[in-house]
């Protein structure tokens, strides 16, 4: 009898301040419609003063276990993925960790930026293959507007702040049954690191710099090797892109969104969007937007879900799904 990692539960969790293209263009030199049209976003959400990564994360994976039978004691591991953690140290993990009250199990933070969640997912799911943990909760949760130069108008209209969690558990299955997480394929190639990084330290409570990105090599970069990493999930699992249901991609850029479904052949309907309104959360995009699929009925059981992510790093990767 062979494993898999079930995902049973998801949840998100959203500031509750909005900041609208129209209240950018009073600071920038910019307007609403150059927004829309190159970037698909209409608005985003904002943590307030005090409102930390740890917070966020911790109402997200709250959201994620009500959705379940199970209770924070059940579960064996918290990884969260962050690329803005409260502090240089401790994790933000082990934070989230005390504040759900767990009394035992492990916690730790994986950095690989937008592609977080993917690294995040990947991580867990071979704990859980190699018997070393049986619940796992997963979280992306980001404070990206903390690193923002809100001076510059090319990167500061395309992030925003939120968390998404989801709950993987251990289920056992028939030897070549196709169900949970199929597989995870991660990447990255540091000699791409100049395309988009922070000129700063770790830890959002200090002077941690700020997000500097060469939007063009980036947008170049991202469609082309989604579109890889895609086509190397849908080879190692035998099935086609005409196989899948769903693409839950990182909530990067409307244009990449687009490119990566017409190289895929996938139409507007089967891919989740939620940039619009959210922006660019960085790690928590791709929980963000499967916790909307899930909770509005769009992702049905037996449905094949593709989620992919590229992130500064360069970091990409995709995780192949059978709900």
């Keep these: 009898m062979a494993y898999c990692s079930r995902i049973i539960g998801t949840g998100s969790h959203l500031p509750d301040q909005i900041m609208t293209n129209a ?83 492990a916690a730790f933070d994986v950095q690989a930026v937008c592609s977080g969640f993917i690294y995040a997912l990947s991580v867990a799911d071979n704990f859980i293959r190699a018997g070393q943990a049986k619940t796992v909760l997963v979280i992306g949760a980001e404070v990206m507007t903390r690193i923002l130069d809100w001076s510059d108008r090319a990167t500061c209209v395309l992030f925003g702040d939120g968390a998404g969690a989801v709950v993987l558990q251990a289920q056992e299955i028939e030897e070549g049954e196709q169900l949970g997480i199929l597989s995870t394929h991660l990447h990255s190639d540091g000699k791409l690191r100049d395309l988009l990084y922070v000129d700063g330290g770790p830890g959002t409570s200090g002077n941690v710099g ?89 992702i049905q059981p037996g449905q094949l879900v593709l989620m992919e992510a590229m992130g500064g790093g360069l970091t990409w990767g995709a995780a192949l799904v059978r709900w």
């Excluded at 927004?35 to 917070?55: F, P």
């Excluded at 969104?257 to 928590?284: F, I």
Aim: aromatic share 2%; no cysteine.
């Design 23 to 105: 209240q950018l263009v009073e600071t920038l030199d910019t307007t609403d419609e150059w927004i829309v049209e190159r970037t698909g976003i209409r608005e985003r959400r904002i943590a307030r003063e005090g409102e930390s990564t740890s917070a966020l994360a911790f109402q997200a994976a709250e959201n994620a276990l009500e959705a379940t039978d199970l209770t924070a004691q059940d579960v064996d591991l918290v990884i969260v993925a962050t690329t803005t953690p409260d502090n240089t140290f401790p994790s933000t993990a082990t934070k989230v960790q005390a504040m759900l009250g767990m009394d035992g199990g």
């Design 210 to 298: 700020h997000l500097r990105m060469l939007g063009r090599e980036v947008f170049r970069h991202a469609v082309t090797n989604l579109a890889a990493v895609v086509g190397e999930a849908m080879e190692a699992n035998g099935l086609t892109q005409d196989d899948i249901d769903w693409l839950v991609p990182h909530q990067a850029n409307k244009r990449i969104l687009d490119g990566t479904a017409r190289k895929l052949g996938l139409s507007e309907d089967q891919v989740v969007v939620t940039v619009d309104r959210h922006a660019n959360t960085s790690a928590a995009s791709v929980p963000l937007a499967l916790d909307e699929a899930v909770r509005d009925g769009r």
